[in-house]
Each structure stands twice: as C-alpha cells, then as structure tokens.
C-alpha cells in the first residue's frame, strides 16, 4: 500500500526530528554528566589538600619506615575523613596502607600493598591520580584522588581520599528522568507540527 504524500512528508519529518532530539539528548546528557564529575573533583581536591596539609607533618622524614597500624594516626585519619565527608588512606612510597578510616586497626598490616592502583601509581610519579573503580573494601563505586607528600624534596608518602558516586549517580538519574521529559514533550509537539507541515505543503 502507498502512502499518501502527506503521510511520507510527516513521517520523513518525524524521522529528522526524533533523530536530532536523541543525538541533542545524547550530547546534554554527557555534557551534564561531566559537568557533576567536575563539580565532585574539584570538590575532592579542595577536602584532599587540606587533609594533607594536616597529615603532611605527621609522616616521618625520608628514610624513616613507616610501620602500619599507628593507632594515633589511625585515629586521626577517622576523624579528617569524618570531618572531609570521604574515605581518607594513608599510604607508604612502597605501597603499603599505613591507615584506613574505612578498615578496623588490626585489619591495616593485612590490606592488600595499593602500590599498582591506578591513582597510586599516577601520585607516585610526582602528580596528582585519579580514578574511578568498585571498592572491593566498601563495594561501592568510588572516585579516588591521591597526591604525594614530599619532606625535603622526598616522597614520604601518599594521602588518598575517595568519594562514593552515589551522589552523582542519584544526580545524573534525575537528570535523565527531567531530559526524557523534556524530549517526550519536543516529540509531541513535533507530531502536531510535523502533520501541520504536510498538510501545509500537499
């Protein structure tokens, strides 16, 4: 059966605007997705610095050993982490955790050496890593950023801080739910004009 000519001008239509509304649709949403991502790292490494600078003084001199579970510094490391609203990790050049506010002290000599973690890696080349994985720890999908401390010109550890997704995740969701909306509201409209036009045309 062939369609009338008006009904092949609004279907073609149709197929252009719901084709450009799901590439627009697609482009927003990375775009606003980014944009969370930006907003959480720029607020990661404002709450890692300042966590450092306090911790700085606390890690022993180039040289020194650092041996894990201090239970003073694992101490300190729960209340910043509480305070930073984020999981804080202390970790020695050689990759050993030295503190964790998400791990029990006599659960710290047994944590697994992070020196081949992505983030761990990158801080200890001399700048800042980044990355975002599964927590086997706390199985949730976390960002992590950790940085080096130097004494003296010498690495004398890592300060690690990481931040559940769950807020940009939530965030993100509710993006999509007001951005579906919005494009099922376009697609009507478009219906309507799109029937119009060929009409009009015909």
Partial sequence: ???????????????????????AGWMLFQSLE????????????????????????????????????YPDL???????AALAHARLTIIAPDGTVIADSDTPDDKIAGLDNHRARPEVMQALSG??????????????????????VRHDGHLTGLIRLALPLTVLDERVHALVQALTVALGVAFIVSVGLSILLARTVT
């Fill in 34 to 69: 980014q944009f969370e991502l930006t907003r959480v790292t720029e607020a990661l490494e404002t709450r890692t610095h300042l966590v450092t600078h306090t911790l700085a003084p606390l890690l022993p001199p180039h040289g020194t050993p650092l041996a894990p579970s």
């Fill in 127 to 148: 700048e800042k890593g980044t990355d975002i994985r599964l927590s086997s720890t706390v199985k949730q999908r976390l960002y992590y950023l950790a940085i080096p």
């Fill in 74 to 80: 694992q101490a300190i490391t729960r209340n910043l």
């Fill in 1 to 23: 059966m062939t369609l009338p000519l008006r009904w092949k001008v609004a279907v073609g239509a149709l197929l252009a605007i719901g084709i450009s509304l799901l590439v």
